[in-house]
Structures are given as structure tokens and as C-alpha cells.
């Protein structure tokens, strides 16, 4: 048998490039430079769990520095990693109010970053799986100065990459420029991510539901009655579905991903945009969703179509099997106003 040669995410990635004959390689450099940041990022969240052991409490660790909340530090990490690259002309990040700038000189780049650092925070401290997302789009102003806020507002469809990285059990890369999706995990050892899942196919069908049904007497008829039908399988004689919620969105969509399954921050009562942030969070994970076979939706509509008008807005999501999908909308529609 031929042995399988290695494939790190760098070489996978200036592949994909080079099969664009119009391709300058900034991407590939792009992503270099984001590599760097998750390595760093996935460092600090292994550490996490020694603060307290290795003297780390209050505010200043051993080294007399600042100890930062994890979301801060990853935050940070991932602007010190890109803001010289020369690449981008403006990012936009989930801990940030406002468009990030680029420092002079270095913010002439054709494309646009926008991330959320720290995926799933509130698992921090007690070592459960966490994430960072990222989306890139190129840029629409002209005129090659600094990056702009219409830049950084684009529909999902205008991206040209996604990806998401998982702090779990070991760390993995998943990403998508449109040519399927492909995850790579991290050997410690190596410090080099490599590929262990090309063009991952998500199930048509799942048996996995995933959403916080502590929210479930604000929840609209429709999902009510569409969450009770999954939970009744055995009365039809179908395979039952499981309830699994991680609370960190990377964590469930990437467990959704592999099996099948649908995970929901739906619209509700209480939240009728539901939580979970268009730009930083659904559009990434639409992108890569759909480019394993998967289906993305607010219930009504297709994510990636969305034309954003803020940057930290928010929308509901159905999001993962294409059929898992597509039920529930039928629930939505046919109990809409309830
Ligand atoms: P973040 O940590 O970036 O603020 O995102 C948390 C999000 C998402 O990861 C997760 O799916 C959701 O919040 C969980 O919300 P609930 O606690 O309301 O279920
Ligand atoms: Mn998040
Ligand atoms: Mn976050």
C-alpha cells in the first residue's frame, strides 16, 4: 500500500490556492499568520487549568504580567498576529465595539478579517470544549487606503474563507474556501496541524438535537411542537433523537458536523433575534456547513443571504442537516404567529 503522504493545513491551503491560476498567494499568507494566532491561543487555553496550581490567581501571574480573560488574551493574540501583515485593510471582532483598524501602512490589503476569539466562554473554567471562528471577505472599497466599515458588512455569500478551531480533547482546524471542507488536528508534538477529515460529507439526516431548552417556555409554538416530534421518534418506530448542548457553538456545530444533527439558538419570546452574533458566529459556520452537504437558516431564510446592517447583530439560527433542516422550518411556518 502507498503510504499517505502528510498534509499539513499550509500545504493543503497554498494547494487549494494554486488551483486558482488568479491567486496571489496573500491568502495562504493570511491564513499563515492566523495559524500562528490559534497555536498561541491553544497553548494559553491548555494552560488554562494550571492558574491556580502554579500561583496564577488574582491579577498578576508568575511572571509579574497581567493574567487576561481567556477571550481578551485570544482577543489580542489574533490582532498582534495580523495586523502587519500587509493583507487586510480592516478586521472586526466580536470583543470589539467598533472596526479594528489597521496600523499605517500595513492597511492597504485586499481582504477583511472578522472573528470571534473565544467561542463558548462561559465553559472556561471548567475545561469543557471551546473554540475561535474566523470569516474572510475581500474588500469592496476602492481606492487601496484604509479598510471601511462596508468592508466589514458583507452578506455571508461574499466570503471566501470560514473556518473554526476547537479547543477539545485535542485542537482542531476546520475551514472552507469554497472547495469543501476539510479539518486538521493539531499534533502537539509536530506543532503542525494536519489533515484527519478531507471533504467531510455531513449526514443528510441526524439524530442529534442540539439547543438550550432552558429556554423552553419562551420558545415559539412551532419549535415546541417540532422539539416534541423529535423527542416521540419511538412512537413512529424511527430512531430516537439525543439532546446534546455543550453551550459553546464551535463544539456543538463541529460533534453536528461529523454525526448529524441540528443545532438551534431559535428565535423566541423573549429574544426574537435570538443570541448568536450574524457576523462573527452564523455566517462562518453557514459557509462551512453548507459546503459539507449541511443546510443554515434564520427559519426563513438562508443565512449567507442575509444583507447585514450592524456589525454585532444578531439572528436566529437553524443550522446542520439538510433535512433536520428543512422539518423544522415546515414546523415554524405552519404554526407561524403562535
Ligand atoms: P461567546 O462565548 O462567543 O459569547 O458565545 C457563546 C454562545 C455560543 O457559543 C453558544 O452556543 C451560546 O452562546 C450558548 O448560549 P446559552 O448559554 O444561552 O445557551
Ligand atoms: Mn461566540
Ligand atoms: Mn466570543
Known amino acids: 500500500m502507498q ?3 502528510f498534509m499539513t493545513l499550509q500545504r493543503h491551503i497554498l494547494e487549494g490556492e494554486k488551483r486558482h491560476p488568479e491567486a496571489t498567494g496573500e491568502l495562504s499568507a493570511i491564513l ?6 490559534v497555536k498561541v491561543i491553544s497553548l494559553e487555553v491548555n494552560k488554562a487549568g494550571l492558574i491556580d496550581i502554579l500561583g496564577y490567581t488574582g491579577k498578576e ?3 509579574g504580567e497581567q493574567v487576561k480573560k481567556l477571550d481578551i488574551f485570544a482577543h489580542q493574540t489574533i490582532i498582534r498576529a495580523m495586523d502587519h501583515g500587509g493583507h487586510l485593510c480592516v478586521m472586526a471582532s466580536e470583543e470589539e465595539e467598533d472596526i479594528i483598524h489597521i496600523p499605517k501602512h500595513h492597511d492597504i490589503g485586499k481582504y477583511v478579517l472578522l472573528f470571534d476569539p473565544l467561542d463558548g466562554s ?5 475545561n469543557v ?3 475561535s471562528i474566523f470569516s474572510i471577505y475581500k474588500r469592496i472599497s476602492s481606492g487601496g487606503g484604509p479598510g471601511t466599515i462596508e468592508d466589514a458588512l458583507q452578506k455571508g455569500a461574499k466570503q471566501v474563507v470560514a473556518g473554526y478551531v476547537v479547543y477539545g480533547s485535542s485542537t482542531i482546524f476546520v475551514y472552507t474556501a469554497g472547495d469543501g471542507t476539510h479539518a486538521f488536528t493539531l499534533d502537539p508534538a509536530v506543532g503542525e496541524f494536519l489533515l484527519s477529515h478531507e471533504n467531510i460529507r455531513t449526514p443528510e439526516r441526524g439524530s442529534i438535537y442540539s439547543t438550550n431548552e432552558g429556554n423552553y ?3 415559539h409554538r412551532g419549535f ?3 422539539i416534541k416530534f423529535l423527542q416521540d421518534a419511538d412512537d413512529r418506530g424511527a430512531k430516537p433523537y439525543s439532546a446534546r448542548y455543550i453551550g459553546s457553538m464551535v463544539a456543538d456545530i463541529h460533534r453536528n458536523l461529523l454525526y448529524g444533527g441540528i443545532f438551534i439558538y431559535p428565535s423566541d419570546k423573549r429574544n426574537p433575534n435570538g443570541k448568536l452574533r450574524l457576523m462573527y458566529e452564523c455566517n462562518p459556520m453557514a459557509f462551512i456547513v453548507e459546503q459539507a452537504g449541511g443546510k443554515a437558516t434564520t427559519g426563513k431564510q438562508r443565512i449567507l443571504d442575509i444583507i447585514p446592517n450592524n456589525l454585532h447583530q444578531r439572528v436566529p439560527i437553524y443550522i446542520g442537516s439538510k433535512e433536520d433542516v428543512e422539518l423544522v422550518e ?3 411556518q405552519k404554526y407561524e404567529g403562535q
Open 3 to 5: 503510504p499517505k503522504r
Open 32 to 37: 499563515s499568520n492566523l495559524i500562528l494566532a
Open 61 to 63: 501571574n508568575v511572571h
Open 122 to 126: 462561559s465553559n472556561i473554567d471548567a
Open 129 to 131: 470544549s471551546i473554540g
Open 217 to 219: 417556555k419562551y420558545w
Open 224 to 226: 415546541k411542537e417540532y
Open 330 to 332: 415546515q414546523y415554524l
